[in-house]
Structures are given as C-alpha cells and as structure tokens.
C-alpha cells in the first residue's frame, strides 16, 4: 500500500471515528440523564455502553496514528500492529462495561426498584436506535473500504448496541402498559450481549497479534500471477507475515529448469517481487528457487515412481522441491502433510523408510515442510 493510500486511509479512520465520539457521547448525556431520573438500570447499563464506544473510538484513534509512524531502526517493519494492540484494549473495555452492567443488574433483582418510565424515555431510547442503526451501518461500510479491523468491530459494535437498546425499549413498552417491571432481567441480557462482543473482539485481536493463516483467494491469486511468468513452473512455500493491516512482507519458492544460468535466474526473481509489489502491494524479501531435472528422462520416471508412492498415503497434501543429483546420487524433496493427521512425523517416518528401502543405491532426504498457505 503506497504512502498516499495509507494516508487517505488514516484520516478516513480518524474521521470515522470523530463522527462516532461525538454522537455517542450525546447519546450517553441523554440517556445518563432519562436512566438517573427513571431509575432505570436498563437505561443506565446502555449508557455505559455508550460510554464504552466513545472510549473505543478514541483508542482506535491513538492506535491508528501510531501505527502510522514510519519504521526506525527498533521497528524496521513499521509500528502497524499497534492497531491489532488498540483492538484488545477496546475488547478489554467493552468485556469490563459488560461485566459491570451485569453486576449491577444483579443487584436490582435481589433488591428491586420502583422506576418511572415515560413518553419522553421511550423517545429518547428510539433516537438512540435509530442514531446507532445509523452510525453502525456508517462505520462498518468505512471499516470494510480501508481494511480495518477496529472500525469493522465498532460497526458491528454498534448495530449490537440498536440491538441491546431495542430490548431496553420492549421492557419500558412493558412497564408503561402492563405495569410490569421486566428492567433488571433487561440489564443482564444488555450485559451478557456487551460481554459477549467484547469476548469475541479479543478472539479477534488475539489471533491478529499471534497470526494466521493468510487469506486463501490473496494466496491462489499471487501464485497464479507468479504462474504466468515464463520459465516458471511451480509455485510453493508462500509465507505472508503482516505487520499491519494490508502490511505483508513474505518469501516464496519457485520451481525453475536446471537449463537456466544465474542471471536468467536473478531475472525471474526480480520480476517476481516486482509485479507482487505493484498488483498486490506485497513485499517479497525473498525468493527461493527449487531445480527441475530436465535433461534426463530416466530422472522424470523415477520423480514419478516416488510421487505415487508418496501420495499413496492419506492426508498428503503436496510434494515439491525434487530434485536428483545423479553426481551425488541424492534425492531431495518436501512434503506436505495435513494437520489433521494426529501424528504427522510417524507418517513421515514409515514414508521416508519405504523410499529409503526401494531406492537404497540414494542417499535420501525429505523435508516435512509447513501447509502454509492455499
């Protein structure tokens, strides 16, 4: 992603997130004031949710401007992943009003309070519906154009906030019509939703912060486009790490002819990093070249005698990097196999010792390489 685009980005962030404080900070006035003098806990346990989002936005914002910082000699990769840091706190937050909200309601069941709901609360409770309607739809759509992760769960934050504020809606509509106080109960469903929101940002945030497996599709489309350069035949091992959102830095591995000379070689590789760079705006450090045997027929047989035997296996996933070195008499390749084999080294064990038996005149060596990538 180049500097413009980055900067665009940042302020579409900041202003999203503007837009967001301002109009919660109102709501959490209005809603402060019609829960204090309702004694409402519903109401109340709402507005501190409120409050939890403007707090959230104002998070997203530090984070995002640190995370724009440009790389120094501690950070050479830049300071991008602060966003993924300011996401957790935010889910921190959100966990902490939920389990707050919920105590209180407790409280209000054991020892229940006369509230005074009216027309005016009922007003007030559905401008905040259709305000956090509004803005969730807003923030989610701006998350979705720039990537962010944080805007993304403040959107989907907010329409579970329409959702809680509807439920505090129906217990007031009760209350007014059948004098029915359902108000406490209220709170602990409004607390139970904030909590579980606020559980499953931090999932979220968590895995960011860890890593992942990249998307498959971005995966399938940079191997496709490594594909079509000439020479080339066969992409593997792709590793994406991100430093950020839409910041990758990562190696891949091609299969080349042994006919090529080095400068040929150097060539495909610069094209390489260069067309991912400027389609996908993904930095290849570095690429790895796998050799074919091309020259001797008799080698192409024996790769595929020992193709078979290896995906004669269940669970193999791919075999790649062959290579023979008739000189040396060595036979070199990588296997992939899937993690839902419960013993992946005792597989690759029994497959080692079958090649190594059928072809003892080779000194054998297989990798168990990683699945990746798609």
């Known amino acids: 992603m180049g500097g413009i685009v980055r900067k665009k980005r940042e302020k579409i962030i900041i202003r999203t997130s503007i837009i967001s404080?301002?109009?919660?900070?109102?709501?959490?006035?209005?809603?402060?004031?019609?829960?204090?003098?309702?004694?409402?806990?519903?109401?109340?346990?709402?507005?501190?949710?409120?409050?939890?989002?403007?707090?959230?936005?104002?998070?997203?914002?530090?984070?995002?401007?640190?995370?724009?910082?440009?790389?120094?000699?501690?950070?050479?990769?830049?300071?991008?992943?602060i966003e993924y840091i300011a996401s957790f706190i935010i889910s921190a937050i959100i966990i902490y009003a939920g389990i707050a909200a919920f105590i209180e309601s407790c409280k209000k069941i054991i020892k229940p309070e006369e509230i005074s709901y009216n027309k005016f609360t009922i007003i007030v409770i559905v401008s905040g519906i259709l305000v956090k309607l509004l803005l969730g739809i807003y923030v989610k759509k701006k998350g979705k154009l720039v990537n962010s992760d944080t805007l993304i769960a403040s959107g989907v934050d907010a329409l579970n906030d329409a959702i809680v504020s509807i439920s505090v809606l129906a217990s007031g509509i009760i209350y007014l019509i059948w004098n029915i106080n359902l108000e406490a109960y209220v709170g602990v469903l409004v607390s139970i939703i904030i909590f579980k929101t606020g559980i499953e940002m931090v999932k979220n945030s968590i895995n960011d912060i860890v890593g992942y497996r990249i998307d498959g599709r971005m995966a399938v489309e940079i191997k496709n486009e490594i594909m079509l350069i000439d020479k080339v035949n066969g992409v593997f091992d792709l590793l994406l790490n991100n430093y950020g959102p839409d910041k990758y830095y990562g190696s891949v591995h091609v299969e080349l002819p042994d006919t090529l000379s080095v400068s040929e070689v150097d060539h495909i590789s610069r094209e390489i990093t260069e067309r991912i760079m400027n389609k996908f705006g993904v930095i290849i450090h570095t690429v790895g070249v796998y050799s074919i045997n091309t020259k001797n027929i008799e080698i192409i047989k024996l790769r595929k005698e020992i193709s078979d035997i290896v995906f004669s296996y269940d669970g193999i996933i791919q075999m790649h990097g062959f290579y023979i070195n008739e000189k040396e008499?060595?036979?070199?390749?990588?296997?992939?196999?899937?993690?839902?084999?419960?013993?992946?080294?005792?597989l690759y064990n029994i497959i080692c010792k079958e090649i190594r038996s059928k072809y003892s005149d080779y000194k054998i060596e297989v990798v168990l390489d990683f699945d990746m990538s798609d």
């Open 329 to 346: 008499k060595n036979i070199k390749f990588d296997i992939i196999i899937d993690y839902k084999i419960e013993d992946r080294e005792e």
């Open 21 to 81: 404080i301002v109009l919660n900070i109102v709501l959490v006035g209005f809603k402060a004031l019609v829960g204090f003098f309702a004694n409402s806990i519903a109401i109340i346990s709402d507005a501190i949710n409120n409050l939890s989002d403007v707090i959230s936005s104002i998070i997203a914002i530090a984070g995002t401007k640190f995370a724009a910082k440009k790389p120094d000699k501690e950070h050479s990769y830049g300071h991008g992943r």
